[in-house]
């Protein structure tokens, strides 16, 4: 079954550091760009970072610096290391496979609040 599951949100004050993690089925993560977007309130959803099954990571200029996309090939893992939160980065994060798409799974809730 083609899946991901995404966890590791939670509620944190601005400046603090959450980690990411989002597990896919091998059939879609194997070989693939992988790929974190959130979506905020009254938001539509949009793309955060992305890394090549090598390692090469891009990043949305708003989080450049702060966030860090890492991803392990043997557990069929993406990571997403943030650092400096801020309220602006809360939203519902999800992973998704840019190579071969998958239904997006439940997503993991980011807060970032004093």
């Known amino acids: 079954q083609v899946q991901l599951v995404e966890s590791g949100g939670g509620s944190v004050q601005p400046g603090g550091s959450l980690r990411l993690s989002c597990v896919a089925s091998g059939s879609i993560f194997s070989g693939n760009i992988m790929a974190w977007y959130r979506q905020a309130p009254g938001k539509q959803r949009e793309w955060v970072a992305e890394i090549t099954n090598s390692g090469g990571p891009n990043y949305v200029n708003s989080v450049k610096g702060r966030f860090t996309i890492s991803r392990d090939n043997a557990r069929n893992t993406v990571y997403l290391q943030m650092n400096d939160l801020k309220p602006e980065d809360t939203a519902v994060y999800y992973c998704?496979?840019?190579?071969?798409?998958?239904?997006w799974g439940q997503g993991t809730q980011v807060t970032v609040s004093s």
């Open positions: 998704q496979s840019l190579g071969r798409p998958a239904p």
